[in-house]
């Protein structure tokens, strides 16, 4: 399937397969940060974070794609540089703002090239490969982060501002520089107003979003609590990663590449009902099994947000459409722990309530998308 690829979204692939494979840091901010000041410096960095993909979709009414994505990695690796050598209260907490407003900036010029590039059943591919690669080069990552951890967690850091610059330089290097600015908007059109289709995409996804959130954020918290020794989550997680992928390629043909909306809301119901299961049986054989089924589920889903996107949006407004509804996990990153904790109030503990609060999420996506199956595949209703 990479073969069929056009050349700029294999260039853009390798770019991003670089980036990823040092995006472990963020993951360690709480711990360069210490307990006392980690809540702060997290949420200085979600905040940030969530208006910088509204940045990235803006700068493209200006600026190239590859220009965009240039900027977004440089800016990244020189915030991540600052966050390696910041001292003090005061430093570390601009920089992990200023890693926030960097760090989403490429995300909505990603999408959008990535659009612009494909057309038809090879979009669907190109975004799900995307996905799968994205996850395995994460797996990297993470033996990446076992090697250097013990050296100090700004040696992670610094290593990941070294993999923002050098996909830099390559972005510079292998993609096109031109493109027709398609977001630019004409002068008297300054107001924007995203289309209810967008909305019911961009709320269907934040459920998704925090259902996804809810379970991968707490998974080794559940099956400590319920008595797994203490290599197991690691290698539930490892499982999951490598099931994934390989399951994404096989069911590939089997699903109608075009009926976005269907199979993400259909899979949300499916997810939404493991995901209880977990919440439910308090076992780690059954936890262990339902996760693993889990992810198997989740492969279907990935690349068919930002493919749905691409084939709803009017092509002038697609950077804002891609802005919009990614920020649906930039809402849903904080909002999880509080309504976790809010829910283990009630009933009784944090491994319930986690997964309890994810499932009831992915149940409600497709109420909040709003899809019915038909000839052209499954859209919301209000867009066909």
């Not at 290097?173 to 398609?182: I, V």
């Not at 109420?367 to 066909?384: C, D, H, I, N, Q």
Request: charged content about 10%; some cysteine; overall charge positive.
């Amino acid at each position: 399937m990479f073969g069929t690829l056009p050349g700029q979204a294999r260039a853009l692939l390798w770019i991003r397969v670089i980036n990823q494979m040092g995006a472990y840091a963020l993951a360690f901010l709480a711990v360069l940060a210490g307990p006392g000041l980690a809540p702060a410096a997290l949420i200085s960095f979600g905040a940030a974070a969530l208006i910088s993909r509204w940045i990235g979709g803006v700068l493209l009414d200006r600026l190239a794609p590859r220009t965009v994505v240039a900027l977004g990695l440089f800016s990244t690796g020189t915030a991540m540089a600052m966050l390696a050598a910041a001292q003090g209260t005061a430093q570390l907490l601009v920089a992990s703002a200023l890693v926030g407003l960097a760090f989403e900036l490429y995300e909505p010029a990603t999408q959008e090239l990535l659009a612009r590039v494909t057309s038809g059943d090879g979009r669907q591919d190109a975004y799900r490969l995307f996905g799968t690669s994205l996850v395995a080069s994460g797996a990297v990552g993470g033996l990446i982060a076992a090697v250097l951890l013990p050296l100090g967690v700004r040696w992670l850091v610094a290593v990941d501002a070294l993999s923002c610059i050098a996909a830099g330089v390559l972005t510079l290097a292998l993609l096109d520089g031109g493109g027709e600015l398609q977001g630019r908007r004409s002068e008297g059109d300054t107001r924007w107003r995203p289309p209810m289709v967008l909305v019911r995409v961009t709320l269907a996804c934040t459920a998704f979003a925090f259902g996804y959130l809810g379970v991968l954020m707490f998974m080794p918290f559940i099956l400590l609590q319920h008595g797994a020794p203490g290599w197991l989550p690691g290698m539930t997680l490892t499982g999951a990663a490598l099931v994934g992928p390989v399951a994404a390629h096989l069911t590939r043909r089997m699903l109608n590449p075009r009926s976005h909306g269907f199979v993400l809301s259909g899979g949300a119901v499916l997810l939404g009902a493991l995901t209880l299961v977990m919440a439910l049986s308090g076992g780690v054989v059954v936890t262990v099994l339902a996760y693993l089924a889990w992810a198997v589920i989740n492969s279907a889903a990935l690349g068919r947000w930002q493919a749905l996107v691409a084939d709803l949006a009017p092509e002038t407004e697609r950077p804002r459409w891609f802005a919009m509804q990614g920020s649906s996990w930039g809402v849903a990153q904080p909002v999880v722990p509080l309504a976790v904790a809010a829910v283990a109030g009630i009933v009784g503990g944090t491994a319930v309530a986690a997964p309890l609060a994810a499932g009831l999420a992915f149940l409600a996506v497709p109420l909040l998308m709003g899809v019915r199956r038909s000839t052209k595949g499954s859209v919301p209703e209000t867009a066909a």
